[in-house]
């Protein structure tokens, strides 16, 4: 076929691409790097914060369950401003892709935003370990230390059994019970709280020797012994409700953990989306010669 000098060929066109992968590791360092030490500046202040919440003085210290949805709070904003600087930071300096589509672009960025909160999560995690927080660490030892040092104090001046025994045992200037049955009299009611009621065999023998020992009658020593019982009781059930709000706390604080960390996830990935935005939106691309 003859050609006219209006004809025009299209020869193929062979793009060089340059063989590299799609995930630049600069700017997912750079952010995670930026992440963490925002984390790192917040989570001393709100260590600071935290510390001012607790005392010794168990009256003046704030309740676990404000202290925990506190905390959790805190953590939510530290890591979604965190993550969300990170990412930002490594959507804007992520080289743009000339081979790609808008639709692409923002993919690719919110994945890089993605790398950025997994990476600075290891980092926190490696930081968290090491002498940054060694302020925060030894200030907080030092509440716990002191308020479990109240705690301590204030068990054994108030051990419920050992005052139940006291009460029980009181010999109003008799001879007073030996230590062999005072041990009897614990036994005792250690098997009534374990079994929800003092057995009437236990009720009578126990009265039948306070009653001898402490010259009252035994009338007198069963009202002793009901009412230390039914001090016991009430103790038990204290650190029942106790254990079980300890659990409740745990379990909203683990929840709270996973919800703080999935916001981060997504706070990355779409501040890095942003970033990336506002990258192609300021590039100049220059004419070609």
């Not at 063989?19 to 917040?42: D, F, L």
């Not at 968290?128 to 001046?157: D, H, I, M, P, Y």
Request: aromatic share 6%; hydrophobic share 45%.
């Amino acid at each position: 076929m003859s050609m006219s000098g209006t004809d025009v060929v299209v020869a193929p066109v062979t793009v060089n691409k340059e063989n590299r992968s799609y995930v630049q590791w600069g700017p997912i360092i750079g952010g995670a790097v930026i992440a963490t030490a925002i984390s790192t500046i917040m989570t001393v202040f709100g260590s600071a914060i935290g510390l001012s919440m607790v005392s010794a003085d168990f009256e003046r210290s704030s309740s676990a369950t404000a202290l925990a949805i506190a905390g959790a709070l805190w953590a939510l904003w530290v890591m979604a401003s965190a993550t969300m600087a990170g990412g930002y930071l490594a959507g804007r300096m992520r080289q743009p892709s000339f081979d790609a589509n808008g639709e692409e672009r923002r993919v690719r960025d919110a994945i890089h935003g993605l790398l950025v909160w997994a990476t600075g999560a290891l980092l926190i995690t490696i930081v968290a370990t090491s002498s940054l927080f060694g302020a925060a660490k030894t200030a907080a030892n030092g509440v716990a230390n002191a308020g479990s040092g109240v705690a301590s104090l204030v068990s054994q001046n108030a051990d419920p059994l050992a005052m139940a025994l006291d009460n029980v045992m009181r010999a109003n200037g008799q001879q007073p019970p030996t230590a062999q049955e005072r041990d009897e009299a614990s036994r005792i009611f250690v098997s009534a709280l374990a079994n929800g009621k003092i057995e009437q065999g236990d009720r009578d023998y126990l009265a039948s020797r306070l009653a001898a020992r402490s010259g009252i009658s035994e009338q007198d020593a069963q009202k002793r012994i009901d009412d230390a019982y039914a001090r016991l009781s009430q103790a038990k059930e204290t650190a029942k409700q106790a254990a079980e709000r300890a659990r409740k706390i745990a379990v909203l604080t683990a929840f709270l953990t996973a919800a703080a960390l999935l916001v981060g996830a997504a706070a990355a990935s779409w501040a890095a989306t942003l970033g990336g935005e506002h990258r192609d939106e300021n590039l100049r691309i220059e004419p070609t010669p």
